[in-house]
């Protein structure tokens, strides 16, 4: 069946530099909900570059972050100050200001020796420890996405080493290894993605907005994982995804 959007929700800005503030804004009453239900709130977030003006603004909301639990979306699989890290980023560009006080639960906190040489006994291993560190923090209130060029999300690659395990598993979290992108990668799995209370999606630019509107047509396929979030599960409807558009 094709993927269904009637909870697919579209805000558009311009210029650019209007999205940040306001997605902010939008994630902060969404964690305010949450916490107002049971007392705290679950934030995962992407890495990349892309988010960085996101965290800058986020870090600026007034909210009790001593109760919000951040998590990462993905992870390379790099020690925690590699510059590649996104635990690194994550705190170097959240974990300030007013969010100082929201707890980082990093998706490991060290590697074996010789992290490049990493195998596939190695990756379950890690992906293993992470599912039982991240299931407590489970389901995430919010998920904040991004989506690659060649049509990933999270770290669910097309093609790649483990994706169809990532696709398939009940953990919440899978390796994969991309062949088009260096290191392998922990990821929360479809199954966390698709537990998610509410999903978010900034895209800016034309190239990642199209590969955005393909995932909205046709079949759901694991060439376009993004389609396959917006299908759901046959015991839970696909999360609420808001899509943030910007040139």
């Known amino acids: 069946m094709p993927p269904t959007a009637p909870s697919v929700q579209e805000h558009h800005h311009q210029p650019a530099d209007t999205l940040w503030p306001a997605l902010a804004a939008h994630i902060g009453t ?55 890290s996104n635990a690194a980023l994550v705190r170097r560009h959240l974990l300030q200001e007013h969010a100082i006080g929201a707890r980082f639960v990093p998706l490991f906190d060290q590697l074996p020796d010789a992290p490049e040489a990493l195998n596939t006994r190695d990756l379950d291993e890690l992906a293993r420890a992470a599912s039982r560190r991240v299931a407590p923090l489970l389901p995430a209130d919010v998920v904040v996405l991004g989506l690659g060029e060649d049509g990933h999300t999270a770290s669910l690659f097309p093609g790649a080493a483990g994706t169809a395990q990532a696709l398939a598993t009940a953990e919440p979290v899978a390796w994969t290894r991309p062949t088009q992108a260096p290191h392998a990668r922990l990821t929360l799995s479809l199954a966390a993605l ?37 299908t759901g599960a046959a015991a839970r409807p696909a999360p609420p995804l808001h899509v943030w558009l910007a040139p």
Do not use: I, N
């Open 30 to 84: 969404a964690l305010e909900a949450a916490m107002a239900r049971r007392g705290q709130a679950t934030l995962a977030v992407s890495g990349g570059r892309s988010p960085v003006p996101l965290f800058e603004a986020l870090r600026q909301l007034p909210l009790a972050w001593a109760r919000v639990q951040v998590l990462p979306v993905d992870e390379r699989c790099v020690p925690p100050l590699h510059p590649d």
């Open 194 to 230: 698709r537990g998610a209370g509410l999903l978010e999606l900034p895209l800016c630019g034309s190239v990642k907005q199209s590969v955005y509107r393909q995932s909205l047509q046709g079949e759901a396929s694991a060439e376009r994982p993004l389609s396959l979030l917006l």
